[in-house]
């Protein structure tokens, strides 16, 4: 007899340290957001960036992949991320993963392309506000000035000595997408709300 037993939601990374992001968010008096942004999908695509299939993937999501080093493409749904000469990231709504793959599978053809589900190995941290740049500039060795990393902009760097995917979102008010693998997630917001304490504001009297 089958098994009709509903199935356990899904535990985001961050699910224990919800309240804490948003407490932070509070008493910073708006000067920075923080939140988690759990269950993403993201897809690693490896492929040759000047074959047919790059163009042809391009069309099949709706987007063309970046060309140039380190910059970012969006729609509504979907951000490409250019990591490397022949990789991208693609980041998408949660349950997408699989859609995503099929597309790029059936658009690149016989044209060689590897294509890898890391949704489970990272979750994305949100971290936004008029002082998202200072905060993150405690613990990044990037310049993030925004001429230096302007919106539509990403970088494999660190953040408290945690290896992170940081992307500097191109909608108003967007501020910055923080990729972290799931095993360090608990530690780097740890350093993100001892950092932002710098912002918080005396509670009302």
């Known amino acids: 007899m089958a098994d009709t037993t509903p199935a356990a939601p899904p535990r985001s990374p961050l699910g224990h340290a919800r309240s804490r992001l948003a407490a932070a968010t509070r008493t910073s008096g708006g000067a920075v957001r923080l939140a988690e942004l759990p269950f993403l999908a993201q897809l690693d695509v490896r492929l040759d960036a000047k074959g047919p299939a790059a163009d042809a993937v391009g069309v099949a999501l709706g987007l063309p992949l970046p ?118 997630a608990g530690y780097l917001t740890d350093w993100l709300l001892d950092a932002a304490t710098e912002y918080s504001r005396p509670a009302d009297l």
Do not use: K, M
């Open 67 to 184: 060309l140039e080093p380190d910059t970012v493409v969006r729609t509504r749904e979907l951000t490409a991320l250019r990591l490397g000469p022949d990789e991208w990231l693609l980041v998408g709504r949660p349950g997408a993963q699989g859609d995503l793959e099929s597309r790029v599978r059936a658009a690149a053809g016989d044209d060689h392309v590897s294509v890898t589900d890391v949704s489970a190995q990272r979750t994305t941290l949100l971290v936004a506000g008029p002082r998202a740049r200072d905060l993150l500039a405690h613990g990044c060795p990037l310049d993030l000035h925004p001429r230096a990393f302007g919106p539509g902009r990403c970088a494999q760097t660190t953040l408290g000595r945690t290896q992170i995917v940081l992307v500097a979102r191109d909608e108003p008010g967007g501020g910055f997408w923080v990729l972290v693998r799931s095993s360090f």
